[in-house]
């Protein structure tokens, strides 16, 4: 299946001034509803063990709202239910791969970016129904990462409306600007207290199908879902294919330009 669709155009210039201004903008809905459904149903499939993709790692949702006691990561689900909170290495996956190469997408690659395009995680997020981890205030960025480069461009997908009841993210619109706050990944009580007061933060509430362009560097966070519906979205984080790994040197998988990864032909 081609996921590929022609729902926008060019990518017009205000656009790219919101998003320098900002560290974010929607990009719109690129996602038609047999889109949307067959990636759910994918994702379905892959949690409760009905399809299994190699390399692809399942971390459950904690059984309360703490961050810091969440479960660890398992390759293959570790029981089959729909109350995973993440799923990682999307990207061997075929259907999410032919999305994660959406023209799109390569248009602002190649803008940000530039050729040659790597990824360094591409994750499911769920917060299931009536639950979810909240997640605290926090940059995408971090020595955990163990990159020698800072990705700046992060795409995120809702697979599900995203609202303030659900756990929509919240963000510090032009916090990117302020920089690393903290190389290990949150932002200090100090620092939110500057910059994530109420007055300073918006709700990113967005529909099924809509994706948003985010800089790694801008401020966000997330709450729980108090609705009966899953939160269920796609986050890709680009990078220049010249990124290593810290620990071992290895290179991330290609996504755009030369050796790029191939969705199989069916």
């Given at each position: 299946?081609?996921?590929?669709?022609?729902?926008?155009?060019?990518?017009?210039?205000?656009?790219?001034?919101?998003?320098?201004?900002?560290?974010?903008?929607?990009?719109?809905?690129?996602?038609?509803?047999?889109?949307?459904?067959?990636?759910?149903?994918?994702?379905?499939?892959?949690?409760?063990?009905?399809?299994?993709?190699?390399?692809?790692?399942?971390?459950?949702?904690?059984?309360?709202?703490?961050?810091?006691?969440?479960?660890?990561?398992?390759?293959?689900?570790?029981?089959?239910?729909?109350?995973?909170?993440?799923?990682?290495?999307?990207?061997?996956?075929?259907?999410?791969?032919?999305?994660?190469?959406?023209?799109?997408?390569?248009?602002?690659?190649?803008?940000?970016?530039?050729?040659?395009?790597?990824?360094?995680?591409?994750?499911?997020?769920?917060?299931?129904?009536?639950?979810?981890?909240?997640?605290?205030?926090?940059?995408?960025?971090?020595?955990?990462?163990?990159?020698?480069?800072?990705?700046?461009?992060?795409?995120?997908?809702?697979?599900?409306?995203?609202?303030?009841?659900?756990?929509?993210?919240?963000?510090?619109?032009?916090?990117?600007?302020?920089?690393?706050?903290?190389?290990?990944?949150?932002?200090?009580?100090?620092?939110?207290?500057?910059?994530?007061?109420?007055?300073?933060?918006?709700?990113?509430?967005?529909?099924?199908?809509?994706?948003?362009?985010?800089?790694?560097?801008?401020?966000h966070r997330s709450g729980l879902n108090t609705t009966d519906e899953p939160r269920r979205a796609l986050s890709v984080a680009y990078m220049d294919a010249a990124t290593r790994n810290t620990r071992n040197g290895d290179p991330f998988p290609i996504i755009?330009?030369?050796?790029?990864?191939?969705?199989?032909?069916?």
């Open positions: 299946m081609t996921m590929i669709s022609s729902l926008l155009g060019l990518f017009e210039e205000t656009h790219h001034s919101h998003f320098d201004e900002h560290g974010y903008v929607v990009l719109g809905r690129l996602l038609s509803g047999g889109e949307l459904s067959d990636l759910r149903r994918r994702t379905d499939d892959l949690m409760m063990g009905r399809v299994t993709i190699p390399g692809v790692a399942f971390q459950l949702d904690g059984k309360g709202d703490n961050y810091g006691k969440l479960e660890k990561r398992t390759f293959g689900p570790s029981e089959h239910t729909l109350d995973y909170r993440r799923i990682d290495e999307l990207h061997n996956d075929p259907l999410y791969l032919s999305y994660m190469q959406h023209p799109v997408f390569r248009q602002l690659t190649r803008r940000y970016i530039g050729e040659d395009v790597s990824i360094f995680r591409s994750m499911f997020m769920n917060k299931p129904a009536s639950g979810g981890t909240e997640l605290p205030w926090h940059q995408d960025v971090g020595e955990g990462w163990g990159l020698d480069t800072t990705p700046a461009t992060t795409v995120w997908t809702a697979l599900d409306d995203a609202t303030v009841e659900s756990g929509c993210m919240q963000i510090a619109p032009g916090s990117h600007k302020l920089g690393i706050l903290n190389a290990r990944h949150f932002v200090s009580e100090k620092d939110q207290a500057k910059y994530c007061t109420p007055d300073k933060v918006i709700d990113l509430e967005v529909e099924a199908g809509e994706a948003v362009l985010i800089h790694n560097l801008t401020i755009f330009g030369k050796d790029a990864l191939r969705p199989p032909v069916e």
